[in-house]
């Protein structure tokens, strides 16, 4: 009682005394609160609707660190994170990442005249190939990424460290077909800026194909930078053809 008349003297008679901080902080965290939710929708919106890769990832980190700071907030205003607004973040956040999961489908032919032992990875391995036979290598929705090479002769040029299954990269010189999957639309590309070994050719079902037979062929990846080298396949659900000896 003694503050409220303390701030009716100041403030003039009738006047309202200010409320306590505490409220004021509540108030203040609520407004934050809205705020972070509404970026992440606004932002959510934005990743729905692009197709640049380059912009993606950097707002997908956006993304997440406000949906941390979000947690941490609320973990300290000891919030509820199954709140409404916390939890249609995450129901957003699950929604365009599954939207934008798509499967794919690798057929890897060999049409050299001697065997080709085709490696992949994350996904599929490897396996042998003999002249004319046909690998299809069904990638999983999820997947965001990964590369084909062709490894030859009992020693495996193209090692994965003596395994037929590869789980590691292979061991230079190499030609990669490299790929990136999801959201709408893949990126393709050869690369020999591991080296060079087994001639092939690289095609989407809404791409461009790609020829690299010689060691600097146009088509491939020459060095790091060499992005005009990196290919769009519109559409989910694409199919892919790799070819060894074109």
Not at 72 to 78: A, L, V
Not at 104 to 117: E, L, Q, R, S
Not at 160 to 186: K, M, N, V, W, Y
Request: charged share 15%; with cysteine; net charge positive.
């Amino acid at each position: 009682m003694r503050h409220q008349r303390k701030h009716a003297s100041i403030l003039g008679a009738g006047a309202i005394p200010p409320p306590e901080l505490g409220a004021i902080e509540r108030r203040n965290c609520g407004r934050l609160r809205r705020m972070l939710v509404c970026t992440v929708h606004v932002l959510l919106h934005i990743l729905t609707t692009t197709k640049r890769q380059e912009t993606m990832m950097p707002l997908i980190n956006i993304v997440f660190a406000l949906i941390d700071l979000l947690r941490r907030h609320n973990n300290k205003q000891h919030i509820n994170m199954a709140s409404p607004a916390a939890s249609s973040v995450l129901f957003l956040v699950i929604a365009v990442f599954t939207a934008g999961a798509s499967a794919a489908t690798f057929n890897i032919k060999n049409n050299c005249p001697y065997t080709v032992w085709p490696a992949a990875t994350p996904v599929g391995g490897g396996r042998q190939l003999n002249s004319g036979q046909t690998w299809t290598l069904n990638v999983p929705a999820g997947t965001s990424s990964g590369r084909v090479w062709g490894r030859t002769g009992c020693s495996f040029n193209g090692d994965c460290g003596g395994a037929l299954a590869c789980t590691l990269s292979g061991q230079p010189p190499l030609r990669l077909a490299e790929f990136t999957i999801g959201h709408g639309q893949d990126f393709y590309d050869i690369s020999v800026i591991d080296g060079y070994n087994v001639p092939m050719s690289f095609s989407c079902s809404n791409g461009p194909k790609l020829v690299c037979k010689a060691d600097k062929c146009p088509d491939a990846y020459l060095f790091p930078a060499d992005n005009k080298k990196n290919h769009a396949c519109n559409g989910n659900n694409n199919n892919s053809q790799v070819v060894f000896c074109p």
